[in-house]
């Protein structure tokens, strides 16, 4: 009993993690194969067991290969969820997490955001809080730059040659521009281009926040993790992108802290 509730629980998570994309269709393509093994197996079908054997005896390097984005992503969870905040690590993750609040300036990043906005010009900015991504990086042109409004605006313009692509954002700094991110194949609304295709595909790969400002509406989206939630006010985008680098509990209350007193001065 408490092997099948073990394995149950387990087919379980590995569905929740795959929700919504191409690879459960692929999972669910494998368990149907396996099960169709087991059956001709019992049925002492000697022909397709042995075809079907020789398949289920490379599965597991197959599964791999073909799920490669989704076992980094579940280990990415794993890591996230293993490890307690408590003694020395504790401490070493609040000091980090500190010192990235402190020394992050969101106000280039919020102030270019509603320019473009305004203006219907398209963006792409990728957050990444624990990784260079120096795989997307390298696919576009280095910058190593300080964050700034001009220069966020000036990379976006249409008729700028680092207009096309995402930037990657990292300790405060761009570090490259034009990056070509991962397309997704899930199937989207309509009204969701190729740029939200592509900060949709980035999300599922990697542990990271999008932004995109739609160059049809103006509007401005949070991609993460497989989500996109659009039409957000901007403090909200400022509260979505300082709780996901900093991560703790304390500090998204001090955001939500801030982002009603801003609504509430708003009002007044």
């Known amino acids: 009993m408490l092997d099948i509730t073990l394995v149950s ?12 994309s191409v690879a459960v269709r692929v999972l669910i393509g494998f368990l149907v194969l396996y099960l169709a093994f087991l059956i001709v197996r019992a049925a002492e079908m000697e022909l397709l067991t042995g075809i079907l054997g020789q398949f289920m005896g490379v599965g597991v390097l197959a599964a791999i290969i073909i799920f490669s984005q989704e076992i980094r992503k579940f280990l990415i969870v794993l890591g996230k969820t293993t490890f307690r905040k408590d003694g020395v690590l504790q401490s070493l ?8 609040k402190e020394h992050f300036n969101l106000t280039p990043i919020i102030e270019a955001s509603k320019n473009l906005s305004s203006t219907n010009t398209g963006a792409l900015m990728v957050f990444s809080r624990n990784s260079e991504l ?22 976006f313009n249409k008729y700028s040659p680092l207009h096309d692509g995402a930037i990657i954002i990292y300790q405060g700094k761009i570090l490259a521009a034009r990056c070509i991110l991962p397309v997704s194949e899930r199937e ?4 969701y281009g190729m740029r939200h295709r592509a900060a949709m595909g980035m999300s599922e790969a990697t542990d990271t926040l999008i932004l995109s400002v739609s160059e049809e509406t103006g509007q401005i989206s949070i991609i ?14 400022r509260k979505r992108i300082i709780s996901y680098l900093s991560d703790t509990e304390n500090v998204k209350r001090e955001v939500e ?11 007044n």
């Open 134 to 155: 120096k795989f997307y990086a390298d696919s576009g042109d280095r910058l190593d730059a300080t964050l700034s409004k001009r220069l966020l605006i000036a990379i």
């Open 257 to 267: 802290e801030e982002v009603n007193a801003e609504a509430t001065s708003g009002v």
């Open 224 to 237: 993460r993790n497989g989500r996109i939630d659009s039409n957000l006010s901007i403090p909200e985008i």
């Open 188 to 191: 989207l609304p309509a009204h």
């Open 93 to 100: 993750m609040i000091w980090k997490r500190k010192e990235a």
């Open 9 to 20: 629980v387990l087919l379980y998570q590995v569905y929740k993690l795959l929700k919504g």
